[in-house]
């Protein structure tokens, strides 16, 4: 898409998000963290590592990195992505909620 498009940055989670809310008509908070530049390409590998929700399929990580143990670059480098962009993701996830908290005189 960046490629495509110019875009710096995609959104690829919310509508699935918001489509399997059990209540659609409740407000939605929803906060990003990029973990990757727009230029550097997702290794194809990753999309078979997870379902539709993003979460991480442990037996086709294992097996790919048995089949092939250079995945284990991929790994560290996503590690390493993710750990990056924790502390900031956590930082906003807490300034959200702490203005959600306050009390309005």
Sequence with gaps: LHQ?????AVEMEYTIIKRRMTRP????????????AANEP???????WIDSLGRPKL???????LKNPTHI?????????????S????KAVRQVVESLCVVKN
């Design 73 to 85: 670059r991929t790994l560290i480098k996503l590690q390493r992505a993710v750990k990056a962009a």
């Design 42 to 48: 997702l290794e194809e590998i990753l999309l078979t």
């Design 59 to 65: 037996f086709p990580i294992a097996a790919g990195v």
């Design 87 to 90: 502390p900031p993701l956590g």
């Design 25 to 36: 008509d409740l407000p939605l908070i929803h906060i990003r963290c990029i973990s990757a």
């Design 4 to 8: 495509r498009t110019g875009a710096c």
